[in-house]
């Protein structure tokens, strides 16, 4: 039987559509495209012949595709936060200014090392010690807490959060070169201090493997208690103008009633026990432990150098910095605007006028 189409070709029905050996046409055997000839054998599976077939199944990918997506943008990331880093750190190099802002507090550390000539209360150990042990602590929470906020309060007043937002990944790679900025800056003016204070004014290093050991876990857990304080404190921050003058003055409070200069059992109890809620007191405390002898512990409230609460103490201000700089962080990005940018900019210009 045949019928006929609506472009007027006639087509087979029923018995016609079928061939001489029983195979049946292209239509009802092989779908589309397919020329009639015996049924095609779908292929084995590769695992053996006992194993089910699922060709027809969709696949899933392995855990191997999973890894390897999910780790490939975080090394993207990664690579690209330490070359960030690396070109900030050349241009810090070849930055005369900021230079020399890190060198100057080595030169008053000196100074006031050089300056102080009499012995630690109870103890044979020179004062020169102490101020080059505290002040060696001041220098990484001040790199941590104080220059930190700066960095990142004038970089939001120029816009590089707002571009970041539009480049893939561009936060995280941020976070990691000011992350390798600031250690390297803070190690940097560690050695640099330690080094020049040994040579010039007889100042203190580690005695033997423990004595370094205890500077290299103290230095790291320090810069864990501050540099997330301080990327939450830039966040929040107005601008680099009051920036400065709002983390200053606390700072400075911090290296008085902290013990950083001179013993901390001279202060009143009640000072005392405010210091040690804060991180400093505990970096200052920590590093004398690793750069003076042990003849130096009676100087401590104390009696001993309580490493197990410099440790748990520091530890404790890095986990509440991370979770506050996290959220203050994302919260700063997303508030940013090109609108918000302009009025800064124009503010920024009429204060300038006004004050010229």
């Given at each position: 039987m045949?019928r006929?189409n609506?472009?007027?070709?006639?087509?087979?029905?029923?018995d016609?559509?079928?061939?001489a050996d029983?195979?049946?046409?292209?239509?009802?055997?092989?779908?589309?495209?397919?020329?009639s000839?015996?049924?095609?054998?779908?292929?084995?599976?590769?695992?053996?012949?006992?194993?089910p077939?699922?060709?027809g199944?969709?696949?899933?990918p392995?855990?191997?595709?999973?890894?390897?997506r999910a780790?490939?943008?975080?090394r993207r990331?990664?690579r690209?936060?330490?070359?960030?880093g690396?070109i900030?750190?050349?241009h810090?190099?070849?930055?005369?200014?900021e230079?020399s802002?890190?060198?100057?507090?080595?030169?008053?550390?000196?100074?006031?090392?050089?300056?102080?000539?009499?012995?630690?209360?109870?103890?044979?150990?020179?004062?020169?010690?102490l101020t080059?042990?505290?002040f060696?602590?001041?220098?990484?929470?001040?790199?941590?807490?104080?220059n930190?906020p700066?960095?990142?309060?004038t970089?939001r007043?120029e816009?590089?959060?707002?571009?970041?937002?539009?480049?893939p990944?561009?936060?995280?790679?941020?976070?990691v070169?000011k992350?390798v900025?600031?250690v390297v800056?803070?190690?940097?003016?560690?050695?640099?201090?330690?080094?020049?204070?040994?040579?010039?004014?007889?100042?203190p290093?580690?005695?033997?493997p423990?004595?370094?050991?205890?500077l290299?876990?103290?230095?790291?857990?320090g810069?864990?208690?501050?540099v997330p304080l301080?990327?939450?404190i830039?966040?929040?921050?107005p601008?680099?103008?009051?920036?400065?003058?709002?983390i200053m003055?606390?700072?400075?409070?911090?290296?008085?009633?902290?013990?950083?200069v001179?013993?901390i059992?001279s202060?009143?109890?009640?000072?005392q026990?405010?210091?040690?809620?804060?991180p400093?007191?505990?970096?200052?405390?920590?590093l004398?432990?690793?750069?003076l002898?042990?003849?130096?512990r009676?100087?401590e409230?104390a009696?001993?150098?309580e490493?197990?609460?410099?440790?748990?103490?520091?530890?404790a201000?890095?986990?509440i910095?991370?979770?506050?700089a996290?959220p203050?962080?994302?919260r700063?990005?997303?508030r940013?605007?090109g609108?918000?940018l302009?009025?800064?900019?124009?503010?920024a210009?009429?204060n300038?006028a006004?004050?010229?």
């Amino acid at each position: 039987m045949r019928r006929t189409n609506v472009t007027g070709e006639a087509t087979a029905t029923g018995d016609e559509a079928r061939t001489a050996d029983g195979t049946g046409t292209a239509g009802e055997t092989g779908g589309p495209g397919r020329t009639s000839g015996p049924p095609i054998t779908p292929p084995s599976h590769p695992d053996g012949p006992d194993r089910p077939d699922r060709s027809g199944e969709p696949q899933r990918p392995g855990l191997l595709s999973h890894l390897n997506r999910a780790n490939g943008p975080n090394r993207r990331y990664w690579r690209a936060g330490f070359q960030r880093g690396r070109i900030e750190l050349g241009h810090l190099v070849h930055n005369p200014k900021e230079m020399s802002g890190h060198l100057i507090n080595v030169v008053v550390a000196l100074a006031l090392g050089g300056f102080v000539s009499r012995t630690v209360p109870g103890t044979q150990v020179p004062m020169t010690h102490l101020t080059i042990a505290g002040f060696a602590a001041y220098l990484l929470f001040q790199v941590g807490l104080l220059n930190l906020p700066q960095i990142l309060v004038t970089e939001r007043e120029e816009g590089a959060l707002l571009r970041l937002r539009a480049t893939p990944g561009g936060i995280p790679a941020y976070l990691v070169a000011k992350s390798v900025l600031v250690v390297v800056v803070a190690l940097g003016t560690l050695a640099v201090l330690l080094g020049s204070a040994a040579l010039l004014v007889d100042g203190p290093l580690p005695h033997g493997p423990g004595g370094w050991l205890t500077l290299l876990w103290v230095t790291a857990l320090g810069l864990l208690a501050v540099v997330p304080l301080g990327a939450a404190i830039g966040a929040v921050l107005p601008n680099p103008r009051e920036a400065l003058a709002l983390i200053m003055l606390p700072s400075m409070a911090l290296l008085i009633t902290s013990g950083a200069v001179f013993p901390i059992t001279s202060l009143p109890v009640v000072v005392q026990k405010v210091a040690t809620v804060f991180p400093l007191k505990w970096m200052a405390q920590g590093l004398r432990s690793a750069l003076l002898p042990d003849a130096a512990r009676a100087a401590e409230p104390a009696g001993s150098w309580e490493l197990p609460t410099v440790a748990l103490v520091l530890t404790a201000w890095a986990v509440i910095g991370f979770l506050l700089a996290v959220p203050l962080l994302r919260r700063a990005t997303r508030r940013e605007s090109g609108s918000r940018l302009t009025e800064r900019h124009r503010k920024a210009e009429q204060n300038g006028a006004g004050a010229a």
